[in-house]
């Protein structure tokens, strides 16, 4: 079925809304729907995206919007406006009493899923699945910040790795555990792949980064894999290069808050151990001489920051050849801003309407968008999707 342009931006619209205000149920809701079996169940190798713990009950990892198929993240929240409901083995979602989305749908469960390495480990806790051609690798699913008391303020991955890194058999990875899934993966229609962590001495991780790189390549019998390193800012920026030699395509510095004084509060242990704020942009400066235009990438966490400050930084980066994307922040468990709240949906779509514009107007696509970025599925790739008319069906 075909939808207007105007009712698919409605439909982005509601994705906006769902995932700032995330979704009220019953844990025990989807434990008759397959999580796990036909349909992908959540898999937290980084961060969790809920306000509340669920140890030991699978949730699903998305839905589809009837409209315009959008994916979008489930969040549980037991204070939101948006109730989800089984009636009869159908799921919908209401809102003081009215029906707002019938149907929806979950995400299947890829394949490789039900999959182990050589060594035995489980293919879904090395890989998940991102949509659209998309898998996110986590290597390493803690941080050594949190041992210096230098946490970035809204992260959770620390608190991840203590909630349900026992449960779902989440550890470090090997490079061989990530080759062989990689090889899987490809082989069944993924075609991009970011590899991300937590922080570690640089020296370990550009040599780790390394052997990740030629495991892959090795595998795949190809020198090009299409992969996005995702690194801290180094001091020395011949690092970078060595990120480059290695293979991948792309590469990821997340300065996370573009105001100056923010950034050494919210971010106290990229700010002390990596150079300060000045030494993160040098580094994205330095990165795009080497991988050139729109193969760099640095996420913001949009709704912590001003507005404006937050919209400076994106129009900066990205006026620069950067992917400077926004992150709808969503106040998570186990984070040391937990129990704050991030901005309404308004606030939410104004910047993503913001940062749309930015894009079209520095000639940022959705397949270099997709090619720069960990979760291809986000309300900004949406809407650059809708304004070149693509239309994907997963």
Known sequence: MSYTYEQLLESIKLKNQIQVEGLRFDPHIFDAASIGD??????????????????????????????????????????????????????????????????????????????????????????????????????????????????????????????????????????????????????????????????????REVDYYADIAEAIQDKLGTEDFNGTACVGAPDNFEVIEKYKEAGFSSIATNIEIWDEKMFEVICPGKSQLCGGRKNWIDTLNAEVDIFGKFHVRSTLVSGIEPKDSLIEGIDTLVSKGIVALPSQWYVNVGSALEGHRTPDPDWHWDVFEKTKAIYLRNGLTWELLRNATADPDTVIHDLIRLEEGIEIVE
């Not at 994916?71 to 109730?83: A, E, T, Y």
């Not at 699945?129 to 949190?146: P, R, W």
Request: charged share 25%; proline share 3%.
């Open 38 to 203: 036909k349909y992908a169940e959540r898999v937290n190798a980084l961060f969790t995206c809920d306000r509340h713990a669920h140890k030991k009950i699978e949730f699903p990892s998305v839905f589809y919007l009837p409209v315009g198929n959008y994916r979008v993240h489930i969040r549980w929240n037991l204070g939101s406006p948006f109730v989800l409901v089984n009636e009869n083995g159908v799921f919908n979602i209401k809102r003081d009493g009215k029906l707002v989305v019938e149907n929806i749908s979950f995400a299947k469960r890829a394949p490789y899923y039900a999959k182990k390495t050589s060594d035995g480990a489980d293919m879904r806790t090395i890989a998940q699945d991102a949509g659209y051609g998309n898998i996110f690798i986590v290597y390493s699913n803690e941080c050594c910040l949190k041992d210096k008391g230098q946490d970035c303020l809204f992260c959770n991955i620390n608190a991840t790795k203590d909630l349900y890194g026992e449960d779902q058999n989440i550890n470090w990875k090997n490079a061989n555990q990530i080759a062989e899934t990689v090889e899987e993966c490809y082989a069944n229609g993924f075609d991009h792949l970011t590899v991300s962590g937590g922080f570690v001495p640089e020296r």
